[in-house]
Nanobody, 117 residues
Framework: VQLVESGGGSVQAGGSLRLSCAASGLTFSRYRMGWFRQAPGKEREFVAAIFGTGDIDYTDSVKGRFTISRDNAKNAVYLQMNSLKPEDTAVYCC????????????WGQGTQVTVSS
């Protein structure tokens, strides 16, 4: 299984970025896909998740600003990030959790997002 993120970069506060995660080696529709982030000196935190059914969950701090989506035909998951804030600065990783698993089984390497004030 391989998860490869792309789309990170540097933006000013208020800007937008769209992250992509390409998955291979798994039956994509059977996996819950999540985005996590880790800022320097902080623990990794959950950002958003989308189930194969389309059900979605967000952490409170990104609700109304971030949108997660998936394309099962392309084995891809996306994270549209709008109204970015400096506190969104982190390495963002995507992860895959099998439908019957309580935890995430596979992780990508991550992509850096830097938001300047």
């Amino acid at each position: 299984v391989q998860l490869v993120e792309s789309g990170g970069g540097s933006v000013q506060a208020g800007g937008s970025l769209r992250l992509s995660c390409a998955a291979s080696g798994l039956t994509f529709s059977r996996y819950r896909m999540g985005w996590f982030r880790q800022a320097p000196g902080k623990e990794r935190e959950f950002v958003a998740a989308i189930f194969g059914t389309g059900d979605i969950d967000y952490t409170d701090s990104v609700k109304g600003r971030f949108t997660i989506s998936r394309d099962n035909a392309k084995n891809a998951v996306y994270l549209q990030m709008n109204s970015l804030k400096p506190e969104d600065t982190a390495v963002y990783c995507c992860a895959a959790s099998y439908v019957t698993s309580a935890s995430y089984n596979y992780w990508g390497q991550g992509t850096q997002v830097t938001v300047s004030s």
